[in-house]
């Protein structure tokens, strides 16, 4: 490794194919309390809490093996005391020679501690001010300025990482982090209240085949333009996200089997009349299931995606409920 790549001020680490670390810089192994024997040679998922494994295998993995790169991807990493601390990652796939690695870059999140460590000083300061009998007004009217601008710009930083976190970054619609917690909502409130709703699997039919026939880049355009297709025809209360790769799901709350077909279908159908003029035309295969009393979050998932499996198997172009099994 190259000797200011060891010291740069961002943790570097380097895995191979598999997912093994086989190059850490200085940096990072000082900020997280490891050494060179801890971590080379360990997979890379030896520093992620369960949370965290499921961002990689959602978004992280996915994003990596069909576009080579990940930017900006908000994660929690263990330190040698078990602790998570916050990073935004960036990682690209490279060769070198006939091996090829992923290289990433991680930048720790330690500005949005500090602005809040800031706030809580400055806000200490105004009441040892007003405690004060000699303090100056004009003090404290600045303290007073001080505090409206840290919690501006805590604000801010807050508002900027939940976008980062909860957005795909190629289509703008939602991601699967902030689906599995859209989920876990519906399930509690299923619990609470009895509310049932539905959930659907969207996938494109044949996408390897557009990817291969017209580029990456046209199936990049193609996932664009289904995202703004089905976010045009959601209800204001449905929950679109990217799931993965070509895959897409939509949560339907208040919806019962009945209702959750008629609207898979009606998707079908939007779908097949769009204009695609990238790929002349296109289609896609939907599964559907129901939450029941017996239901879990992973239960769900798994009905829709047999569901989904069945429309694929019985021709594509079109929607299984999995109540028709």
Known sequence: MDKRLRKAPCGFISINHDCYIIEV????????????????????????KPGTKMIFHSYFYPNINFNGCVEELFIKVKNQAGDEVPYLLNAKKVKQGDSEMI?????????RIDYELELRATKKQMEEA???KNIAFEKLEQIYLEIEKKQIELMEINSGLVTISNTDKLTGISNRRFFQEKLEQQVELYRKEGKPFSFLIIDIDHFKKVNDTYGHQIGD??????ANLLKNIMHPEDILSRFGGEEFTVILPATNIEKAISFAKKINQEVEEATWQETGSLT????AATFTEQDTETSIIEKADR??????????????HFSEL
Request: with cysteine; net charge neutral.
């Open 25 to 48: 810089n200085d940096t990072f192994l000082e900020w997280m309390g490891y050494k060179q024997a801890d971590l080379l040679g360990t997979h890379i998922e030896s520093l992620l």
């Open 103 to 111: 290289d990433c870059i991680l930048v720790q999140m330690k500005r």
């Open 130 to 132: 007003y405690i004060e």
């Open 221 to 226: 355009i193609v996932l664009v333009k289904l």
């Open 284 to 287: 896609v295969s939907i599964g």
């Open 307 to 320: 569901a989904l499996y069945a429309s694929k198997e019985n021709g594509r172009n079109r929607s299984t």
